[in-house]
């Protein structure tokens, strides 16, 4: 259960504590941020409201410890990490627990979500030893006008303290997937989990903490953004920002100084339908793509350009695939459940209504209770209306119908998003010729968007972020390159 057993320490009555050298505590500010469970729409738990003066204090502890663990052995790390990795796994339960109270991810998903993470963690301490281990040895004369009197050598080291900031709808992978990185590559973390899903966080740190790593090297503060979000990014101790959200990231960039950035701010995925595709496979992928845990996913399905030709024939499919979908809570497995927060829904609606509005055909009937919308597939959709061009972040999805590949490329490409996209067809020549034209940073051939395997490249352009994620980009992204350059007095060259 979460909150007792092994975890039992870091909670304080029916308040979470903080995370900080080494020790779970209660912040001086006496004060304390609820979360609301998305089904009951009632208070689940309780964090700590840490103030700046706290704040302070642990990018001050996390400078210090950072300098001692990037004298650590590599394999040193690694071990901690494969630690860290295990004990996630074994109390996947509890986590999974958090996942389904906070967020509303349905239980299957949410215990998936903590196997995931601990296989991130193994993957990435594997791949650091690796990336890591190895530098680079540079001649001089290999440059024009220069003798071999210069040796360079070069290696990746840290960049120091590593501020991680996840989303809400992977509070767990996705903090992972910057603190393994961080972690490996010598760095100090810093976390500031969202609001929704800082419980989970907050007892995957625990597992961390259990591994046995140095104290203050990995901290973990909660609270309200008004009071410690500014002061965080823009806190002189911080050395790199990586952050995964909406579009809070973009003044976050605006605000920060001359660290590196690596931020994902979500997209307008299209789906981008050939006449002579696979529409059962279309079908079942929109429905995976556009649906999964409600459509609150950055890479899910957000707009479907589906040539006029074979359109009724695709709506027709993915509507009977939509009657399937179970709605409920996320402790029954309900394929859709709440969407995070009232205020989401109410967001969601109001892309609804304008389409309405606007003459858009409802495929089924819009359905809401609470946070609880029904799964809506909408038809017909025009680019006067707000959800051909806006995320909703739910069980909506848009069906606009196109005349030629040119035009679905053009509503691809106008979005001030680029994040991931799709293609279904059976010509492989133009599957490559509309991946090379659409601005997003992936495009996935006769397959829904995704983030993963978590080992591949993934990485958003325009206003879909800064940088690339994946283990490796990330690990290479939380270093810089050190070079020691060898002057000889005379050239010398190795003979055989």
Known sequence: MAGNGVFAEILDGEVYKYYSEGEWKKSSSGKSVAIINPTTRKTQYRVQACNQEEVNQVMEIAKTAQKSWAKTPLWKRAELLHKAAAILKEHKAPIAECLVKEIAKPAKDAVTEVVRSGDLVSYCAEEGVRLLGEGKFLVSDSFPGNERTKYCLTSKIPLGVILAIPPFNYPVNL?????????????????????????????????????????????????????????????????????????????????????????????????????????????ANIIKGGFSYSGQRCTAVKVVLVMESVADALVE???????????????????????????????????????????????????????????????????????????????????IRISSIEEGIHHCNASNFGLQGCVFTKDINKAILISDAMETGTVQINSAPARGPDHFPFQGIKDSGIGSQGVTNSINMMTKVKTTVINLPTPSYTMG
Not at 318 to 346: F, Q, Y
Not at 382 to 399: K, N, Q, S, Y
């Open 317 to 399: 499919k993915v509507n009977a695939r939509v009657a399937k979908l179970t709605v409920g809570a996320p402790e029954d497995d309900s394929d859709i459940t709440p969407v995070v927060t009232e205020s989401s829904a109410n967001f969601i609606e109001g892309l609804v209504m304008d389409a309405k509005e606007k003459g858009a055909t409802f495929c089924q009937e819009y359905r809401r209770e609470g946070n609880l919308i029904w799964p809506l597939l909408l038809d017909n959709i025009r680019p006067d209306m707000r959800i051909a061009w806006e995320e909703p972040f739910g069980p909506v999805l848009p069906v």
């Open 175 to 283: 903090a992972v997937s910057k603190i393994a990185p961080a972690l490996i590559a010598g760095n100090s973390i810093v976390l500031k989990p969202p609001t929704q899903g800082a419980v989970s966080a907050l007892h995957m740190v625990h597992c961390f903490h259990l591994a046995g790593f140095p104290k203050g090297l990995i901290s973990c503060v909660t609270g309200k953004g008004s009071e410690i979000g500014d002061f965080l990014t823009m806190h002189p101790g911080v050395d790199c920002i990586s952050f995964t959200g909406g579009d809070t990231g973009i003044a976050i960039s605006k605000k920060a100084g001359m660290i590196p950035l690596q931020m994902e701010l979500g997209g307008k995925d299209a789906c981008i339908v050939l006449e002579d595709a696979d529409l059962d496979l279309v079908a």
